[in-house]
């Protein structure tokens, strides 16, 4: 863990060129347009101030609008998500519903299922919901200084400009504002003794890599190794969570841009990666892929895998680093992402299937096209995190969960990716430190709920008395781990912007608003402050339990009246279970087995189309279903059914009266195929 001197951040900003060309006047100037950003703009604007949003790249909604397509709160409750980050959903899922495409998930559930979008609907909103509120966007605006008046900052100078404020809000995924500032912050991981946590550290939740050797003939280790040894397990250190990109592919022909192979290119550096594959062989990509609308996936960094499309230690330096210097990182980081796709679909040591799935993807022609389709925004997972009037630590996540000065309520669970990959204590093997995952309320598959204290995301008064900071706000690693979330953040952001606002109209100190002000504006912009009960569980099902499918509602298909082509193997292991059982694809054979169902519609309508199957991590997330007349669907059978149902509802359609035909497959998935029963409700 590194702390900056507060000395020295404040002499390193005393002299810096003036390089300004115009300046800007505004209330409220909010840097950094990540998806917080654009709420703090916008919650700042609606509360009447003038405000500028100002980023560095020339995109608005960070990762959102670069790939990150399948929101991160897969895990939170959902009823405490509201204000802006609500409103956003919602109009995306507007968007969708006029152009009549059916979402593989519906905001409208409001429970633990995903909210899923495109990358360029996502940037849409974003843009829309700022020009309505007013707000003045300032893009490629490279940070270069402030003008600071003892507490206050009076300007913010980028490379080209000049914007005076009376409040300013660092909205950076990096905290790039905190050391211009003069404010104190921490980069790196505490040590367990600093705050008596128990998950800060070194962790090592993940089983060893047996069998493995990662070293060379000269006993050097391979690329992708990160050092020798993970450190005391007590300490703190400098490493940071992996970084990785959020890839927007697509198998569909009409729409695939080939990925090319990197320039530099070397197929010795993927050395570690061969072994592995020839120890632990597979026929799936080593990333996880999240179904989205259009026929595409959100490719995302494996958190279980051993290796994935996340850099591990390549993220290290990238908080500190110049402008120029963070270029060359995101490069190493682009060479390594597409390397690695590169090897997985061409190295000949690999195994055909795996090489012939991998090649089957693409970039989507329509996504990311000024950037040539590759997302011009690294997941900067943390960053530099303030010490602030507060500091959040695990025990307010997990046990101390209530906050006299709420901006907000947060439930993700604790959630790190790996941080560094060293070799095994007999070197006959590696292992991966860092990760963090799951810490979910037993019977639940979601987080503590904890509210989020105003006083975390304000500066020591000392340091500066007009900056609010909702994305590096006050916070430990483990905290961060569960806060660092979009939806979480953007909450944050709504509320450091009306706070924002208020600070203005009221020309007070940012640590002097008093909340019993501040509460209302935020209740009347939406937002959900309080903790509210735990969600009621559905009845354990008894341990014998065989659901009669003639007493459940609507029409009822067993898998045993099903058409079946391929290998189907039949089981009861999971219950409960409609009928005598279910039937599973054993995870073999991909794309040699279908299951037709085939409904009889008694009248034309709208119907809820519903499967019965078993949630478990081993389950395939993209199994193809089609319905006669209607765009295919994809259901993750990794997501939990509907509250007191065997069933979950993965459409809604319109049918014609008449014989339906309803298929799944098992082409090209990534786990087991489970099918029970299917069920149509009219709606």
């Not at 690329?223 to 927007?248: I, Q």
């Not at 906050?403 to 959630?415: A, H, L, N, Q, T």
Request: aromatic share 8%; glycine share 8%.
């Amino acid at each position: 863990m590194k702390t900056l001197s507060l000395a020295a951040l404040l002499l390193s900003c005393c002299f810096l060129p003036a390089l300004v060309a115009e300046e800007h006047r505004f209330d409220v100037v909010v840097f950094g347009a990540t998806p917080a950003g654009v709420t703090a703009a916008v919650g700042a604007a609606r509360e009447g101030a003038k405000v500028a949003l100002l980023e560095p790249q020339d995109i608005v909604g960070g990762i959102m609008s670069s790939g990150l397509s399948f929101s991160d709160s897969n895990q939170t409750d959902r009823r405490v998500l509201r204000g802006l980050f609500e409103e956003i959903h919602l109009r995306i899922e507007k968007h969708y519903t006029d152009k009549g495409v059916t979402l593989p998930y519906k905001v409208a559930e409001k429970n633990t299922a995903p909210w899923t979008y495109e990358p360029q609907v996502a940037e849409k909103v974003f843009h829309d919901l700022l020009k309505e509120a007013g707000v003045q966007i300032f893009l490629n605006q490279r940070l270069v200084g402030i003008d600071k008046a003892q507490t206050r900052i009076d300007t913010l100078r980028t490379e080209t400009d000049s914007f005076r404020a009376s409040v300013f809000i660092d909205a950076t995924y990096e905290g790039d504002l905190l050391p211009k500032a003069g404010v104190s912050f921490v980069l790196g991981r505490e040590g367990r003794a600093k705050y008596s946590e128990s998950l800060a550290g070194k962790q090592f939740p993940k089983k060893p890599v047996v069998g493995v050797n990662p070293r060379d003939a000269n006993g050097k280790l391979l690329p992708l190794m990160t050092g020798e040894t993970a450190g005391d397990k007590e300490a703190g250190d400098h490493g940071l969570m992996v970084f990785s990109f959020r890839l927007c592919l697509t198998k569909d022909p009409a729409n695939r841009v080939p990925i090319a192979q990197p320039k530099n290119y070397d197929p010795a550096q993927f050395e570690l990666v061969r072994r592995y594959l020839a120890a632990y062989p597979r026929k799936t990509p080593l990333f996880d892929m999240y179904p989205l609308p259009g026929l595409k996936v959100d490719g995302n960094n494996s958190i279980g895998g051993m290796i994935s499309i996340g850099l591990v230690g390549g993220s290290n330096e990238w908080c500190e680093a110049s402008y120029d210097e963070r270029t060359r990182i995101w490069q190493k980081h682009r060479d390594y992402t597409e390397g690695l796709i590169w090897f997985m679909g061409h190295d000949p040591a690999l195994p055909q299937d795996l090489r012939t799935e991998m090649l089957s993807y693409g970039y989507a022609k329509d996504e990311l096209v000024k950037w040539g389709h590759f997302p011009p925004v690294l997941y900067v997972r943390q960053g530099r995190r303030m010490v602030g009037e507060y500091v959040v630590t695990q025990r307010d996540i997990r046990e101390q969960v209530t906050k006299e000065d709420s901006i907000g309520v947060g439930s993700f669970p604790i959630d790190s990716h790996d941080v560094q990959r060293v070799p095994t204590a007999d070197g006959t093997g590696f292992i991966n430190e860092g990760t963090i995952f799951p810490d979910r309320i037993p019977g639940h598959k979601i987080g503590h709920a904890h509210q989020l204290p105003y006083r975390a995301i304000t500066p020591r008064r000392a340091e500066c008395d007009n900056l609010l900071v909702p994305v590096a706000l006050s916070s430990t690693h483990v905290a961060m781990s569960s806060i660092r979330v979009e939806p979480t953040w953007m909450v944050l952001g709504q509320s450091a912007g009306v706070a924002a606002a208020l600070a203005v109209k009221t020309k007070r100190a940012v640590q002097d608003l008093p909340y019993t002000e501040l509460r209302p504006r935020l209740i009347a912009q939406g937002q959900a402050l309080d903790l509210l009960p735990l969600p009621a569980l559905p009845p354990a099902p008894a341990k014998t339990t065989s659901i009669d499918p003639a007493t459940l509602p609507g029409i009822v298909l067993d898998d045993s009246a099903a058409e079946k082509q391929g290998d189907w193997q039949t089981s009861a292991n999971f219950r409960p279970y409609v009928g005598t059982g279910y039937v599973h694809d054993g995870d073999t054979a991909k794309g040699s087995a279908s299951i037709t169902f085939r409904p009889n519609i008694p009248k034309a309508g709208r119907y809820e189309i519903r499967l019965a199957y078993s949630p478990h991590e081993t389950r395939a997330t993209n199994v193809p279903m089609t319905v006669t007349g209607q765009q295919s669907i994809i259901v993750n059978q990794r997501l939990p059914l509907d509250p007191g149902s065997p069933f979950r509802t993965v459409a809604t359609l319109d049918l014609p009266t008449g014989p339906a035909t309803i298929t799944l497959t098992n082409k090209d998935t990534d786990g087991f195929v489970i099918v029970d029963a299917l069920q149509l409700i009219a709606r």
